[in-house]
């Protein structure tokens, strides 16, 4: 057994990240400034975006979306149940109603065709989710979305670097990216919203931070800008710059991380090859490039009296950590109590929901600690 504990998850931090967040502590700006700007530019960048606006969190920029375009009482939204909570809970929140739907049983992402199902005269926006760093097909649900007039958010939280058919995710529409400590990049805490839609961005930087209709500091004197006015009543959803640079210095390694981790994740299926019981997702058919946000497999050993909860749960006994990506969101409690969401509405999303286990995957892993993931998993099944 591993003589230390192996987090199914860890930031890789290098002396080059510390040292831009030391400078930025050192310079006296260390709120909303230049680094936020530069790192909206560096996103820009890594995925072609015309435009991107940084904030707090991911959640932080969907609330923001969410209230520019309207999205209230008597609204729809379409989203996979196989999501992070904080997609249905701000929607929930806005007053709208999420219409949950199915997903791929293998690659956990949702289709054109489903989405489809779902739509009433009541849908104003879609909010595809590109999963475990693989891309969803958008081309037919960009088609289908121009076609019946329904506006479309791409949730590319597990999504940075990642490809579709030769453009970078975030290239063209409007996407969230998260950069929360799990992901391939972090802030800390943090998030950015791109889109090709100038406009929709500056509203979003308004809402971000009071509805204030320019910067509300002076870097000159570190005081309130007298034009500082409200335009709308906004957030507090800013990123600070010591967060920005912290981002900048990761999004200059993102390829190298990303790499590292498409040949852990080669070197976990070839080691895992042959045990029926861990059945890893598929790659999606069409062509993409993978970022291996996570390395999610299914556990499919009840026949041996072995559930995926109490598989996690040996596994950590063995100094081995996981996670679990994600619980369904329709059968979670308040969506069963109070919207009167029930097992049995979403199949392939229920029937992954209680086998998938997400096994550790980080860049600053190696071959031994895989070994030693793969050696506890015979162990357990054994």
Known sequence: MRKAFLPFSKPSITDEDVAAVTAVLRSGWITTG???????????????????????????????????????????VIT??????????????????????????????TTADRIEAAITSRTRLIIPVHFAGAPADMAPIRALAA???????????????????????????????????????????????????????????????????????????????????????????NLTDMAAALGISQLARLEAMNARRRALVAYYRERLDGIEEIVPLADPPYPHVHSRHLFIVRVCARKAGLDRDAFMRELKARNIGT???????????????????????????????????SLPLFPDMNEGDVDDVVAAIREVLA
Request: hydrophobic share 40%.
């Open 34 to 76: 230049p680094k936020n700007a530069d790192f909206e530019r560096a996103i820009c960048a890594a995925t072609g975006a015309p435009g991107a606006v940084a904030l707090c969190s991911a959640t932080a920029g969907l609330h923001v979306v969410l209230k520019a375009m309207g999205i209230g009482p008597g609204d729809e």
């Open 323 to 357: 996670g679990l990506h994600f619980k369904a969101a329709h059968v979670q409690k308040y969506y069963t109590e109070v919207m009167g969401l029930r097992r049995g509405m979403l199949p392939d999303t229920e029937w992954n929901s209680d086998r998938i286990c």
């Open 147 to 237: 076609r019946r007039g329904i506006a479309l958010v791409e949730d590319a939280a597990h999504a940075i670097g990642t490809g579709y058919r030769g453009e970078a995710v975030g290239l063209r529409g409007t996407a969230i990216f998260s950069f929360h400590p799990i992901k391939n990049i972090t802030t800390g805490e943090g998030g950015a919203v791109t889109s090709d839609d100038a406009a929709f961005l500056d509203r979003l930087r308004r809402l971000k931070f009071h509805g204030l209709g320019v910067d509300a500091f002076d870097r000159q004197t570190q005081g309130r800008a007298p034009q500082a006015e409200v335009l709308e009543p906004g957030y507090k959803y």
């Open 80 to 109: 996979p149940s196989m999501t992070w909570v904080s997609t249905p809970n701000l929607i929930v929140l806005s007053g709208a109603k999420p219409v949950f739907v199915d997903v791929d049983h293998d690659t956990l992402m």
